[in-house]
């Protein structure tokens, strides 16, 4: 076996290790917008539901309001109807007045009734309400302890991709530049797992059977092996570890 190509192998797996994890810490800070602006919105949504519901409540009382001007109203119709009584001279007369005077009380009736539904609305929106605020400031309060624990993260995960990108220079400085470029002409071509194992003849990138010869060939690390399918840059398996994977 030739160590110089094994060594150059192990550089690679170390340096795709490592933009390995720049894009995964990449991928969940640039998710951390998205889940604030998630808790933004779902409180938002539930202010929004109070909110409304306090509408409703106004609504009901203008309602309210008008009805019972309108019950003052029918109130002062019936006081002059009850005067209006006492001065017909005619059974026809007084038929009509009373019947007036019925039909006044009637719609007063309906419109007490209206009263009551709102009052009763009000007091059941009102409850409602009671149990939405003390289910906005829980919500709150979760949420506030979420984003706590987001920023904190996402701060651990800016400091740790730091060490990362100096870590990916410093890698980068040892690789050969041909095999970088190498490398680097393979990832255009199928994404960022560029060095895969074989195991049991089996290439671990595409799962898909080495020829023997060419398996055969690879044990003597004289010279940098491609899969034939998926060309992707491959190695047997060189530490038990890997055996296990």
Known sequence: MSPPIKGKIEDLIKLQGIEIEIGTIKRQLGGVKQKLDEFDLKLGSFKEKIEVDLTIIEDNKRKYRSLESDVQTNDSKIEKSREKLKSVKTNKEYQSSLKELDDIKEMTSKIEDEMLQCLESVESIEKDIENK???????????????????????????????????????????????????????????????AFVKGSVCQGCNMNIPPQMYNEMQRFDKLSICPHCQRIIYPVISEEEETD
Request: hydrophobic residues 30%; proline residues 2%; glycine residues 4%.
């Open 133 to 195: 605020k003390n289910e906005y400031e829980n919500l709150t309060e979760i949420t506030e302890k979420e984003k706590t624990i987001i920023n904190r993260e996402s701060d651990q995960d800016k400091v740790r991709l730091n060490q990362l990108d100096q870590e990916l220079n410093e890698i980068k400085k040892i690789v050969d530049p041909d095999l970088l470029d190498k490398y680097n002409m393979v990832k255009g071509k199928v994404g960022i797992i560029v060095v």
